[in-house]
């Protein structure tokens, strides 16, 4: 068996003003057919998974382009066309072939293709022919089309925000694909639009035991696949929301009819689930009146994992003027600050204007006295099981005892060891600022006295009703409370 790997992805939010382009996918995870050579990161994780598990079987593996950017703006036309005409330029020079698999994000745009995953998916069908099994691994903040649906064999989602199991799905979506190469399963696959723009935390039930619920349907009646994607809420595409996936063998009806009635028990707990976040001195009071820390407050409006700029200052220009100390906060993408830190050594005191780079949505940015305290190059933080790229960080102290995290390469932060690389212990800090909306959650929980969500200012601020959509044609919840009715 001939099995072919590729990865080409990035979560675009169409408000932004950012464009994504080759350096950003360079920045983030790029691999000319090597990604599997170099130790994982959360982009080229399923593509380890897939060798090996094909090479184990003795089957032959050839590895395409490996790219995927930082969320922000719409892909330049150029660079997305350039990188999809690579990986069917490769998969064509490797035919015939009998498994195609490939990690995507799911809610990719790019200038004159709103739907780029459901774009590759048919043109490696071309290539491919009508009896290759394709396969596509997608992040759960993905919008499902049909596009997607038509070309590929089977589809499968992340289950858990934040995204602990990239790999787990990795093996399902291989172990699908292969049985349905081999003969042994015909997957068919059916979706439903559950008419919801929201966020879904599956840390907290009721979400817990609906992901549960997913996993034991799996494996019975002929059920191969149970998948659900949130959507990405600032994707500005005719198939923006919330849609259940199922994949059954052979028989569509019962996965329309499974995911229909999944949607429903979504929807029946709608107000269980819709996430809740403070303003930014509501969150400080707590905060500060906790008897003990760390307390975590998330900035979720300035999460670089869904194209905000994670430069923005609402929170820090808070904690300044109450004179918050015993506090921390990051990642704070700035470059220029990064440089003029490391050009002035460790141990220097000198001004520095931090944030508000990006415009109206990352705030006025701040000019602090401040000392230089650690600089770290090239840093990294953990993610699941592998490591995630922030670049040259830097940390500052300024005169009021506030610790802040600068660096060079846009992440929003994943784990504690995101401060800890740079000498700062997060545990000892009373309140802890992370820049992130729920991926820190993980790592963060062990050690957090109480974690609170702030709905600040910023690109992604949670309100979901007020998105100005020019493409969904269907009404959605919370935009009108009933969009059955209607």
């Not at 808070?318 to 050594?345: H, I, K, N, Q, T």
Request: charged share 25%; with cysteine; net charge negative.
């Amino acid at each position: 068996m001939r099995v072919f790997i590729a990865c080409l992805g990035t979560e675009t939010n169409t408000f932004s003003s950012l464009p994504t382009g080759e350096q950003t996918f360079r920045d983030t995870s790029y691999f000319e057919g090597d990604a599997t050579r170099h130790a994982p990161t959360p982009f080229t994780q399923p593509l380890h998974i897939w060798r090996k598990r094909a090479e184990e079987r003795g089957h032959e593996v050839v590895e395409g382009l490996c790219a995927f950017a930082q969320p922000a703006g719409r892909t330049v036309r150029r660079v997305y066309e350039d990188y999809r005409d690579r990986i069917l330029a490769q998969a064509r020079a490797a035919l015939p072939l009998d498994l195609v698999l490939v990690n995507m994000h799911g809610a990719m745009v790019a200038e004159g293709y709103d739907d780029c995953e459901g774009d590759l998916l048919a043109r490696l069908r071309a290539v491919a022919g009508p009896d290759t099994v394709i396969g596509g691994e997608l992040d759960l903040h993905c919008h499902i089309t049909p596009g997607m649906l038509e070309a590929a064999t089977a589809l499968v989602t992340y289950k858990e925000y934040p995204h602990v199991d990239i790999g787990e799905r990795a093996e399902d979506l291989f172990r699908l694909c292969h049985d349905a190469a081999e003969g042994r399963t015909r997957p068919a696959m059916a979706a439903h639009d559950c008419r919801m723009i929201s966020m879904w935390r599956t840390t907290a039930e009721p979400m817990r035991a609906f992901v549960a619920d997913m996993k034991a349907l799996e494996g019975r009646d002929g059920i191969l696949a149970v998948s659900f994607g949130h959507g990405f809420p600032w994707g500005d595409v005719a198939e923006v929301g919330a849609k259940t996936l199922v994949v059954a063998d052979g028989d569509a009806a019962k996965a329309a009819a499974l995911a229909a009635d999944l949607g429903a028990h979504l929807w029946a707990m709608r107000e269980e689930t819709r996430p809740t976040a403070l303003g930014i001195d509501e969150a400080i009071d707590r905060a500060l009146a906790a008897d003990s820390g760390p307390v975590v407050l998330a900035d979720v409006s300035d999460n670089a994992g869904g194209g905000a700029p994670s430069d923005s200052t609402f929170i820090l220009q808070r904690l300044l003027a109450r004179g918050v100390r015993d506090a921390a906060s990051g990642l704070y993408w700035d470059p220029v600050a990064v440089r003029f830190c490391m050009e002035a050594g460790e141990g220097a005191r000198l001004r520095l204007r931090i944030g508000g780079k990006c415009g109206p949505d990352s705030g006025e940015p701040v000019d602090l006295a401040v000392t230089v305290e650690r600089i770290v190059a090239n840093a990294a933080q953990t993610f699941g099981a592998v490591r995630n790229r922030i670049g040259d960080a830097v940390l500052v102290r300024t005169e009021g005892g506030l610790d802040l995290v600068l660096n060079s390469v846009r992440t929003q932060v994943f784990h504690p060891d995101a401060f800890e690389a740079v000498g700062l212990d997060p545990a000892a800090k009373k309140l802890v600022v992370v820049k992130s909306t729920q991926h820190f959650h993980a790592d963060f929980a062990p050690i957090a006295k109480e974690i609170l969500y702030v709905a600040a200012p910023g690109a992604i601020a949670p309100d979901f009703a007020a998105i100005p959509y020019t493409s969904r044609a269907l009404p959605w919840w919370p935009r009108v409370e009933d969009p059955w009715a209607e």
